[in-house]
């Protein structure tokens, strides 16, 4: 079994940047795709961004395109989720995830959705003011 845990969220200004990160307890090097998600109060989840490791592809949510950049540290056992400009509407819950099952395209990692992940974290808090 795989723990996932954020960090890195917190309360920043607008056009402020966070780098959120997600420890995850082994095998990281194993793993086909993982994932950011988010959810706002009110809203419903939504992905943010996602890699898929077998080709190092990455896919992001056209609302943080340009803005936030997903990545991974092998060695660290960690992923990482840079934001950059941050936007009051970008103010959610946000959540990683891992996935070891292999795939032959990333197909599956841009298009899964939280639920679908077998390694999910509990989540770390991101607030932008205006």
């Known amino acids: 079994q795989v723990q996932l845990v954020e960090s890195g969220g917190g309360s920043v200004q607008a056009g402020g940047s966070l780098r959120l990160s997600c420890a995850a307890s082994?095998?990281?090097?194993?793993?086909?795709?993982m994932g950011w998600f988010r959810q706002a109060p009110g809203k419903e989840r939504e992905g943010v961004a996602a890699?898929?490791?077998?080709?190092?592809?990455?896919s992001y949510h056209d609302s943080v395109k340009g803005r936030f950049t997903i990545s991974q540290d092998n060695a660290e056992n960690t992923l990482y989720l840079q934001m950059n400009s941050l936007k009051p509407e970008d103010t959610a819950i946000y959540y990683c995830a891992a996935d070891f099952r292999r795939r032959d395209t990333g197909s599956w990692c841009f298009a899964a959705r939280l639920a679908d992940y077998q390694f999910r974290g509990q989540g770390t808090q991101v607030t932008v003011s205006s």
């Open positions: 082994g095998y990281m090097y194993s793993m086909n795709c």
């Open positions: 890699i898929y490791t077998g080709a190092g592809s990455t």
